[in-house]
């Protein structure tokens, strides 16, 4: 999936914020945008909204480079979580390197969880990712609220799954830097695997994460 | 599924000449000129395009050279460099121009992107369009074989269902035939009793005439010397007298019994109609009268019987079809009405048809069931004792000769059934 040009010394990775309808994707977004240093990333780029719902996509640039010269460009996307626009879901589902479902932690959107899950099983088959390969982080999301499935019971339904679990309530801006950090961290192991990042291009594991989560000087 | 509908990706890394358009840029770089600077270059970092105003590469100027990064997502994809004297002003308009060139590739991007999605959205939703079509085509080519093959299934089904059929017809007939010798042999076998009986008085009668004719025989050899007397004892030992006077009675009714059994046979041979095995001209008031006369031993002893026939032309008929329809409806008539059986046989002849009705007095037929009694298999009786194809095969017979069948149960009581038959002259 991953995006790599030798020649150019370029390597191009897709995360993905994929999840229900208003479960918060496009807030993680805006919240890495407003915590995070704007050295070395993009401008949050959000594609045309309509009453807060995203219709097509938001993206979240981030480019570092690696000792050995090598450029890496990290892009986030969020996906639209309506139902109705899984053809941009597919879309943006192609080639991706990493994903962050993020799930609603209210009681009453369960099945909507679970919904949703299931598109991205079904997707994921579609565009050729195998789930079990791909790096896949689950956010329990809104835990500021109340009426909300308990701690214990997202760790007894998912741990099963092997699944890295975070809880965030990406509104308070709690959380989110823990996820995409928890991303990162896997994506990593997998490009490292691949490419020796740090062996032959001199970037660590502490060093990668570091530069894509440098927070701003507050 | 696809894959060729796959091939568009959202997102590809885009140079500045990808994002700007030559016109832009000129405009741009005339617009630096026009605020003072001598000298405008904007660089491609990926191809090392250089886009310059007044047109050339930069000439060995004196002036102050002052360049700055252009980025789009974090990393440099171009240089915009301004020369001119005014230090100040120079830089002030290379601000200017780096946020506008930001704001520009900012929206091309999104422009770009949002094109992007929309076209591969619109071009997958085509693929997964055409893929269902695809689907739906071989789907009907399914449809279609299996509409082909279909008639051919539904012709074999059809004709193993006409073959079971014809199997039913035939246990209707066996069924008939099965309650005909029952009776039949009941009628047979009560004269055949009394046949035997009386033979074997006879026997007995012959044996004691021959034992006289020995006595009387040897009388006339002795001559003279006969014991007369003893003659007159012996006859009147072997009861001759009697005798004389009882066997031509017995002679008599075993005549009358074998002339009986011979009637039943005859009665049966002409129900069966096992001589004509097609049409034959029959007439009508025969054949409900021979019909009855097989059901002879169905009769309770306190039957009555009305019959007002009218006299019917001869009518070109199959014989045997004709006598087992009548055989079940008289049958259902006579088991309907019971020991007190009251039956009234009426038939007319209309200007175009031939009207048989045969009622009785049973207790008619239930409303809830009356509309099913011609249904193929329904029957009131217990298990083995009816097919449930009597009436049904009757109402069948008659369908096929033009007829009808109904069956009625009028407020007077008891159940008509009314047989009509178009008159030939009428059929033609």
């Known amino acids: 999936m991953i995006e790599y040009n030798e020649q150019e010394q370029r390597l191009v990775l897709k995360l993905v914020y994929y999840g229900p309808a208003l479960s918060g994707k496009t807030t993680n977004l805006l919240t890495l945008h407003e915590q995070l240093s704007q050295q070395g990333r993009g401008e949050l780029m959000m594609l045309d909204t309509t009453n807060d719902r995203t219709i097509y996509f938001d993206l979240l640039p981030f480019f570092l480079v690696a000792p050995s010269g090598l450029k890496i460009k990290v892009k986030v996307y969020t996906v639209p979580g309506q139902v109705k626009h899984d053809a941009t879901r597919k879309a943006v589902l192609q080639r991706a390197d990493g994903i962050v479902f993020v799930a609603d932690s209210q009681c009453y959107e369960a099945a909507n969880n679970m919904l949703s899950f299931e598109n991205l099983e079904k997707n994921l088959q579609f565009v050729g990712i195998d789930i079990d390969q791909i790096p896949l982080v689950i956010q329990f999301n809104k835990r500021d609220l109340s009426a909300i499935t308990s701690e214990e019971e997202i760790r007894s339904n998912w741990q099963p799954t092997g699944l890295q679990i975070t809880l965030a309530s990406a509104l308070q801006g709690n959380g989110v830097i823990e996820t995409f950090t928890c991303l990162l961290d896997s994506v990593f192991s997998r490009l490292d695997a691949r490419f020796a990042l740090h062996q032959s291009h001199g970037l660590t594991r502490q060093q990668f994460i570091a530069q894509l989560t440098t927070q701003k000087n507050t | ?428």
Request: proline residues 3%; negative net charge; hydrophobic residues 40%.
């Open chain 2, 1 to 428: 599924m696809d894959r060729q509908g796959l091939n568009f990706i959202i997102g590809e890394e885009k140079t500045l000449s990808e994002l700007l358009c030559p016109s832009e840029i000129e405009s741009l770089l005339k617009a630096a000129i026009n605020t003072g600077a001598d000298f405008a270059q904007l660089t491609d970092s990926a191809s090392g395009t250089n886009w310059c105003c007044p047109s050339g590469s930069l000439a060995a100027s004196t002036s102050q050279a002052h360049s700055q990064p252009i980025y789009n997502e974090g990393e440099q994809i171009g240089t915009l460099l301004l020369t001119g004297d005014s230090s100040k002003s120079i830089n002030s308009t290379l601000q200017l121009l780096v946020t506008t060139i930001h704001l520009l590739i900012r929206s091309s991007l999104q422009r770009q992107l949002t094109t992007e999605v929309h076209t591969t959205t619109v071009a997958q939703s085509y693929a997964e369009l055409m893929d269902s079509h695809k689907k739906l085509k071989k789907s009907e080519q399914e449809y279609r074989d299996l509409a082909a093959s279909l008639e051919t299934t539904v012709q074999q089904r059809t004709a193993e269902l006409e073959r079971t059929y014809m199997q039913l017809i035939q246990n209707e007939k066996m069924s008939c035939v099965g309650q005909l010798a029952a009776g039949v042999a009941h009628e047979i076998n009560t004269p055949m009793g009394f046949i035997t009986s009386n033979l074997s008085t006879l026997q007995k009668y012959i044996q004691r005439l021959l034992t006289m004719q020995a006595e009387l025989e040897q009388a006339l050899q002795s001559g003279e010397n006969a014991d007369h007397t003893a003659l007159i004892a012996l006859k009147k030992q072997l009861k001759i007298d009697y005798i004389r006077e009882d066997a031509a009675d017995l002679i008599d009714q075993s005549l009358v019994g074998a002339k009986r059994i011979s009637s039943i046979v005859n009665d049966l041979k002409n129900f069966s109609h096992v001589d004509s095995i097609n049409s034959s001209n029959l007439d009508l008031n025969d054949e409900l009268d021979r019909t009855l006369a097989v059901l002879a031993s169905k009769l309770p002893p306190t039957a009555t019987m009305k019959k007002a026939y009218q006299p019917l032309p001869r009518q070109s008929l199959p014989a045997a079809a004709i006598s087992q329809v009548l055989f079940n409806i008289l049958l259902n008539a006579i088991e309907a009405g019971g020991e007190q059986l009251q039956l009234i046989l009426t038939t007319a002849l209309t200007d175009t048809q031939i009207i048989m009705a045969i009622h009785d007095n049973g207790s008619g037929i239930p409303d809830e069931i009356i509309s099913h009694v011609f249904e193929p298999f329904f029957t009131t009786k217990d298990i083995g004792q009816g097919t449930g194809m009597g009436l049904a095969l009757a109402r069948q017979t008659i369908q096929q000769l033009g007829g009808k069948l109904e069956l009625a149960c009028p407020a007077s009581g008891g159940t008509v059934a009314t047989l009509s038959l178009p008159l030939e002259s009428c059929n033609e």
